[in-house]
């Protein structure tokens, strides 16, 4: 009996001992294959992945990283971020020429202005940080949020946590009452202290030597304004597309759309890294001299929350002895948003800031615009006097003359 008791009892040890060997041995397997989930920092970009900073739901900064490249003003291995083979993968030739590009480390600095209102957290942040990763600090001034009354919660103390990381480098401004895009823009101009303002979407992420190419663009001609080639992010999988070369346009209902670039002006020594004329800007990324912007009077104050004042500056930049080119070398990614202006109010700010232009600009071609939306004409827009006396004030060329030099493919008859 008591051998039985002894025999049971060294079985039951066995028995148990094999399995705590065995729960071990999984336990610890399990644990190994998992490790290489857990993400890398600063290593996890191969040459085919988008350059997202951070893709959690929750947003991870990575504060030791960030903070001490920033303060240390290094701009981070490029590679490391992107992978340059991204860059030869895609259009082929243009993006090789700019990899041999040269800029001066002597360039102009900028002050990269941001507003939002009710924008996605994790948008905004990769915007912040891809900035703050991507550009040499000694390039860049400052970046200035303005939070255009948001009503977001996690906008508030939640943002300000994320953005006590950058140490200084962040002005957020919030307004006290609902402006609009174009006015909080000139809100953040007004606190900009870099010679060139860059303004930025609230859901980008710009890439690989995107603002050297600006700068130095407006370096050569303070009247020079650019803007890079916006390339897509898409809205659900959040993949960055290269977007090809396209000029800014318009139709004669004067919104935006992307115009054909011919070959041949692709074709010079520097290839398609050229900068490219472009008649007007999608107005979403651009970067333009501080003091320009003053002479040239800013965005027109008499305009409400957005709509219309992207392709009302280019007519004014142009037609006032400015330029306006896309600089291929320089590439920022943007995400496709659908915009459906459901809300009435943005609606009739959209109207009332296309008329002002209207009745500012076109001259005699104010027709084509009506002929489009003839229940436009009795509409009201407000006191255009100040723009008005602003167009002569700067010796403005005619409409006419715009289209004949700057946009002869906007054929006249077209309707
Ligand atoms: C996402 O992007 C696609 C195309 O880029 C667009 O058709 C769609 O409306 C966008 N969706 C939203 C919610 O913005
Ligand atoms: C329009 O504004 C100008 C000054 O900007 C002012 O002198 C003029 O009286 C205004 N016109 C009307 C009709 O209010």
Redesign the pocket.
Known sequence: MKNVTRWLFFCGSLVFGLWTALFYVHFHFNQESKEPEIPKPAQGWSSKKAPHLTHASEPKPKQPIISDQFKKGKSPSLKSFLGLERWLSGEGICLQMCLWKHYPAQLPTASVVICFHNEELNALLRTVSSVVYLTPSYYLQEIILVDDMSKFDDLKAKLEHYLEIFRGRIKLIRTKKRKGLIQSRMIGASHASGDILVFLDSHCEVNNVWLQPLLYAISKDHRMVVTPIIDIIDNMTLEYKEAPIARGAFDWDLKFKWDPVYLYELDGPEGGSTPIRSPAMSGGVFAIHRHYFNALGQYDKGMAIWGGENVELSLRIWMCGGQLFIIPCSRVGRISKKYVPDDTLVMEASIWNHLRLVHVWLDEYKGKFFARKPSWKSMSYG????HL?LRKRLGCKSFQWYLDTVFPERKPNYL
């Open positions: 006191n255009i006097s100040e006396e």
